[in-house]
């Protein structure tokens, strides 16, 4: 299959792009075999609407996201030239087959098990250093970028850049749980201090895991760099209430408030 022409992956005008991760668009849709709702039509809602990205995370149980919705996806985003199209996964066990088939625009290793309930932790460094560095390497080579799934501990960013790796995903559930409680700039220096660890060895970041319509903004504008903010299960939570076009457009003005001169 021809590789998906990696548009430039900066962030749109200086501001974060928002890739909707449509996991639970699936799972909602595999609890009939009526094929609805849609992944595809949910993708064309939130491009349509305005959203940069498409994520989807295929696991190997397909508990959501099917081998056909993969494949399906790269489809229409064909007619999307500046979408950028993430998918996640362990590339110790299926990840790698399906970024040789489909060849996305970044590919984002997370290191969850087979049936771990939802993905909870990032990357050890030295552990998985080595093991990591040929699939970095054949991935890029595949014109893929890499981005690894990481906590956000500032000693680790050099050796993720060590092993080739173009991006970190600063795993948000910390941040998510601490919003709104006396722990919230606490935790949130923590991540501050983890992106500029990143940026000062030339990573690029992402962020991603129970980001939503009140934290969004707040992390954004603390946190330095951050190209990429996956979203998917508040986003659905959301969209089922406003629709996908209003949730789209309400995420994407708590982006922008982010990158809004403050009163
Ligand atoms: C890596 C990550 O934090 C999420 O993108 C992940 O895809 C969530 O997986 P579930 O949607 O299966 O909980
Ligand atoms: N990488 C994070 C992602 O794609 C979606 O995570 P969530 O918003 O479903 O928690």
């Not at 993708?43 to 996201?65: K, W």
């Not at 050099?158 to 601490?178: F, H, M, N, P």
Request: charged residues 25%.
């Amino acid at each position: 299959m021809n590789p998906l022409v990696a548009p430039e992956s900066s962030a749109h005008g200086g501001r974060t792009a928002l890739s909707v991760n449509l996991n639970k668009v699936a799972l909602l849709r595999n609890t009939r075999h009526l094929g609805i709702p849609s992944v595809t039509r949910a993708a064309i809602f939130v491009l349509e609407a305005g959203a940069q990205g498409i994520t989807v995370h295929p696991r190997p149980d397909e508990r959501h996201i099917r081998a056909g919705d993969v494949t399906d996806l790269a489809e229409l985003l064909k007619a999307w030239p500046h979408v950028e199209y993430n998918i996640e996964g362990n590339p110790f066990h299926n990840l790698m087959d399906v970024i040789r088939a489909v060849r996305p625009h970044q590919a984002t290793f997370v290191p969850d098990t087979v049936g771990q309930f939802t993905s909870d932790h990032g990357w050890t460094f030295p552990d998985d250093a080595e093991r990591l560095r040929p699939l970095i390497e054949e991935t890029r080579a595949l014109g893929v970028r890499v981005s690894l799934f990481m906590d956000p501990i500032p000693e680790m960013m050099r050796a993720a850049r060590d092993i080739g790796a173009d991006r970190v995903e600063l795993y948000t559930e910390a941040y998510a749980s601490a919003w709104g409680t006396p722990r919230q700039a606490e935790v949130l220096d923590r991540y501050v201090r983890a992106a500029e660890a990143a940026l000062s060895v030339g990573l690029g970041i992402n962020a991603g895991h129970d980001l939503n319509r009140d934290n969004l903004t707040d992390f954004l504008r603390a946190v330095p760099g951050v190209q990429e903010v996956s979203i998917g299960h508040a986003l659905v939570a959301d969209a089922l209430e406003l629709g996908y076009t209003e949730t789209i457009r309400d995420y994407q003005r708590c982006i922008q408030r982010a990158f809004a001169p403050q009163r």
